[in-house]
């Protein structure tokens, strides 16, 4: 991977500038990985009960 296969970022203008830096694709797959892993960590304690 080099710095060329990077999509820079869309930028919108007026105040505040505001940068899209990830998908909304993206954005769904990190919280749903995110919650699955807090989930199997919870249900992992249940086997030091």
Known sequence: MTAHDVEPGKVHPGKPVTVDRYTVGARINH???AASLILLALSGL???H
Do not use: E, S, V
């Open 31 to 33: 919280w749903i990985t």
């Open 46 to 48: 249940a086997l030091f």
